[in-house]
């Protein structure tokens, strides 16, 4: 990680420290960085504590927003947390392997295909087409899609987070991008490994 291990947390700190690892069951990865700011801190954790557990998406749903959100960033270490969280939910590893390597996932089920085409055209074109909206719309009603942009601009800030201070990936989990080396996208000329 780009910033040194925070020696002493201060009250305030250590505060929202106890609070993060009461609802999550420790203070790691994004929440090391976070703490710096600990009005941010707290807020971006209620938030995130609001599109994990609380959104009226389904579980399913909310994870996958979250991988397709950490995809589009090539946020290595969001994926690792989430991946094996999305396939306990209900989503297919295959199809979550597609996404990893930039395929076309292939959902099965429609609220998935439809979360993926409605996170995917915002993500990288910054609209939806009014075919895609009607979809999200009938797929997930006002609140369920208000809460899918609220949901794809909470994983965005968090993998820009991530990727910004460089946030060690899990020990025990591999990078899972292929098309991305270290914390940065491979450049094109060096892709084949050699420059």
């Known amino acids: 990680m780009r910033l040194e291990p925070i020696q002493e ?19 790691r990865g994004p929440f090391l960085v976070w703490l710096r700011s600990p009005d941010l801190c707290e807020r971006v954790e209620e938030l995130g504590a609001y599109c994990r557990f609380e959104s009226a998406l ?93 949901c794809l601009g909470n994983f965005s800030m968090l993998a820009m987070l991530l990727n910004t201070f460089q946030v060690d990936l899990q020990a025990n989990r591999p990078a899972p991008f292929p098309d991305v080396h270290g914390f940065g996208r491979v450049e094109p000329e060096f892709a084949g490994g050699t420059p």
């Open 58 to 150: 389904p579980m399913r749903l909310r994870e996958l927003s979250l991988l397709v959100a950490a995809r589009h960033f090539d946020a290595q270490y969001s994926w690792n947390a989430h991946v094996d969280k999305a396939v306990e939910a209900g989503v297919q590893r295959e199809c979550l392997e597609r996404l990893a390597r930039r395929e076309e996932p292939g959902f099965e089920a429609d609220d998935e295909r439809v979360a993926h085409r409605f996170a995917t055209e915002v993500l990288e074109r910054h609209f939806v087409t009014d075919e895609t909206f009607a979809a999200g719309l009938a797929a997930f009603g006002e609140r369920g899609l208000v809460d899918l942009i609220g």
């Open 9 to 27: 947390l201060s009250p305030r700190q250590a505060e929202i420290s106890a609070r993060i690892t009461a609802r999550r069951g420790g203070t």
